[in-house]
């Protein structure tokens, strides 16, 4: 049985189906950017009570449906802890090979610390290529330097 959260979630991607939406013009109206968006609606990251009114008015949610959608994010949470989605695996893939290069490349540039999820963008671009377009993907994070104590 789905939770209260997957069932107004059901009914946003209803609505985005069927009015032919794209994620960057569901952003646009509540003032997000697309991934974003996609990721709060993935359960992921906090909607606002003014996202949810918007939503609301977009997609015909009831006040249950609203209230649904503002409880706290369970972030990070996958159904598998290796992903299997390929589009999702790449990062994973990512992550194993060039990971600690980025790490390492990072710490020489910024010194000991960490780049945030929290103070965090994402940026989705199509790169047009004669051998084929590419994805860019640019995250942007705040940079948070390991505290002495």
Excluded at 118 to 144: A, M, N, Q, Y
Aim: hydrophobic share 40%.
């Amino acid at each position: 049985m789905p939770t209260p959260h997957e069932t107004a979630v059901g009914k946003i991607l209803d609505a985005k189906f069927k009015n032919g939406w794209s994620w960057a013009q569901i952003a646009e109206k509540i003032g997000q950017a697309p991934v974003w968006t996609a990721a709060a609606l993935s359960g992921q990251c906090a909607l606002s009570e003014a996202d949810c009114e918007t939503l609301g008015e977009m997609c015909g949610l009831d006040a249950d449906d609203k209230k649904a959608l503002l409880d706290y994010p369970y972030r990070g949470a996958l159904p598998t802890l290796v992903p299997t989605d390929p589009f999702v695996y790449r990062f994973y893939e990512i992550m194993q090979v060039y990971g600690i290069a980025m790490k390492n490349v990072a710490q020489e540039e910024f010194g000991d610390g960490i780049m945030s999820a929290i103070d965090f963008s994402i940026d989705i671009d199509r790169e047009e290529d004669p051998k084929g377009d590419r994805v860019k993907i640019t995250f942007s994070g705040k940079f948070l330097p390991y505290k002495r104590f």
